[in-house]
């Protein structure tokens, strides 16, 4: 019985000491620092042909889930599934690749230190999650003008950050779908250069929330359909998406939604966008519902032949618009409207521009609780406003300056036409170089203007009509070519009136007060 014991008791420390030896030469797990296992010290070949996943299992293993598995330049082929747990990295030397065999997957877990270059390769599966930040390069993105779409989908599948280099070239991207918060950025000194792959309808669609594209660049295909940025709410309700520092040309679409989708879209960031020479509209929003921002915007379709709107936002509220410039064609069959705005409330919209547009440079539609600043309108052909149902709104600092005398229109409007509005007030509106009426107000009431200044307009200045009343303007320098002023409602009023060049009527009918 004792020599039993003693026989068991030295069996048992040859068993410990194993365990406490590395069997790759590294560190012990029990040592302070990580343990650090390089992956030929456990048999592996790294040629591409003999099967290293044993190896790896045993560096793997040997890590103990807080270690790194170094890979040395070589060719390491797995031919069977392999796991890398959560608290292990692996670190790529230079020319060190994985190659999952058919059939065979990598589940990733943990973290991966390499340079831009591709170290996933084979015919067989990744998955899991990667921890950190890494490159679509990683899955064999070249950046050579070629399509790299399987790459970059592999990243944003796998990864929490995507870097998109162009240290080589373009990336041609297309059908890219996003379904876990990611983000995809560009770096470098200069903006990832993306090309639209030619039969793709959208570049990039999103349907998660916890997105970010980043510091991005793309040519669009042509087609006249595509949209970059396509946010798609089908499944679920998306919210915290941000688009930022985003450069496009020849875009057909830039920013769109699923509009007949059955959930909304929250909390959208639009920030610091350029897209020129674009054939479609810039963004178009139907299911944002709130905590929309669009921030410093710059749209040009001069010169192009477009009749797309640049803007088109519905259903929304709390939106915040700053600085933003956008242009249309001004050509014949160029142009279209400039920002339309259907149901939407609570928006405040500060210094923008819209110019060179066919039609209005703005359209609000059934809005409310509008609040916009610095706004100017120039070089539009129908009209600068068109507000139809808009009520408790304010509206400082306007101008609309049109192109009268400049060329000729096919149908002309006045410069600012409001609809069925109640509850408005401007404050500095001025209306100019319309080629007719300056401002006409249809079935308004309670609208309030002060320091208004028509000038040189190709019709009567001011005019009322339907059941418009109770209109109030203060402080006004008009200049028409027909009547100055049109008023009907009989508790509407002008006061300060300076009149110059014009024939004048008090009004057409009613008791309006001047």
Same mark, same amino acid.
């Given at each position: ?17 194993? &365990?406490?030896?590395? %069997? ?19 048999? +592996? ?9 044993? +190896? ?26 392999? !796991? ?16 999952? &065999? ?58 929490? !950050? ?22 995809? #950025? ?14 793709? #309808?959208?570049?990039?669609?999103? %349907? ?43 875009? &057909? ?183 007719? #009426? ?26 009322? !009509? ?16 027909? !009547? ?14 300076? %009149? ?15």
């Amino acid at each position: 019985m004792k020599k039993f014991y003693k026989h068991t008791a030295w069996l048992m420390a040859v068993l410990l000491t194993a &365990a406490l030896i590395p %069997a790759c030469g590294g560190p012990s797990g029990g040592a302070k620092t990580p343990v650090e296992i390089r992956l030929t010290a456990c048999g +592996a070949k790294g040629d591409g042909v003999t099967d290293d996943r044993p +190896a790896l299992e045993q560096a793997l293993q040997q890590a103990n889930g807080k270690g790194v598995v170094l890979l040395p330049q070589g060719r390491y082929l797995l031919a069977g599934d392999v !796991t890398v747990p959560a608290g292990v990295t692996l670190r790529f030397e230079a020319q060190a690749v994985l190659v999952v &065999a058919a059939g065979a997957t990598l589940t990733l877990q943990g973290k991966i230190e390499a340079a831009a270059a591709r170290i996933f390769d084979g015919e067989g599966a990744l998955a899991g999650h990667i921890e950190g930040a890494g490159y679509a390069e990683w899955f064999g993105a070249a950046g050579h003008n070629e399509d790299d779409s399987a790459a970059v989908q592999q990243a944003v599948d796998l990864l929490d !950050t995507v870097y998109l280099t162009s240290f080589a070239g373009a990336h041609t991207l297309g059908g890219i779908r996003i379904t876990r918060p990611v983000t995809v #950025e560009g770096i470098g000194d200069l903006q990832a250069k993306l090309y639209m792959e030619a039969r793709s #309808e959208q570049m990039f669609t999103i %349907a998660s929330g916890g997105v970010t594209l980043r510091n991005l660049s793309v040519v669009g295909n042509g087609r006249p359909k595509g949209v970059v940025f396509y946010l798609d709410s089908a499944e679920r309700d998306l919210s915290g998406i941000r688009l930022e520092n985003l450069y496009g040309f020849q875009i &057909a679409n830039w920013i769109g939604d699923n509009a007949e989708a059955a959930h909304v879209i929250t909390d959208l960031v639009i920030d610091t966008v350029r897209s020129d020479y674009n054939t479609g509209v810039g963004i178009r929003l139907n299911r944002c519902t709130s905590g929309l921002v669009i921030e410093d915007i710059l749209i040009n379709n001069v010169g192009v032949n477009t009749n797309q709107p640049l803007l088109i936002i519905e259903n929304a509220e709390k939106v915040r618009m700053r600085n933003m410039d956008t242009a249309g064609g001004l050509g014949t069959g160029s142009g279209g409207h400039g920002f339309i705005m259907r149901n939407c409330r609570d928006v405040l919209a500060e210094r923008c521009m819209v110019d060179h547009v066919n039609g209005y440079s703005m359209i609000l539609q059934d809005c409310s609780n509008f609040r916009i600043i610095n706004w100017i309108s120039s070089l539009y052909e129908t009209g600068a406003f068109l507000f139809e149902n808009v009520t408790d709104s304010t509206f400082e600092n306007i101008k609309a300056n049109g192109i009268y005398g400049a060329t000729t229109v096919r149908d002309p409007g006045p410069g600012m036409h409001l609809k069925g509005c109640s509850n408005l007030t401007f404050s500095s509106l001025m209306v100019e170089f319309n080629f007719v #009426e300056g401002l006409m107000l249809e079935d308004c009431n309670n609208v309030q203007i002060s320091n208004l200044v028509i000038d040189r307009n190709g019709g009567d200045g001011y005019v009322e !009509t339907g059941r418009s009343d109770g209109n109030v303007i203060t402080g006004a320098t008009i200049t028409a070519s027909g !009547t100055c002023v049109r008023q009907i409602g009989a508790h509407s009023a002008i006061r300060a009136l300076v %009149a110059r060049d014009v024939g004048f009527r008090e009004s057409v009918e009613g008791k309006a007060t001047l």
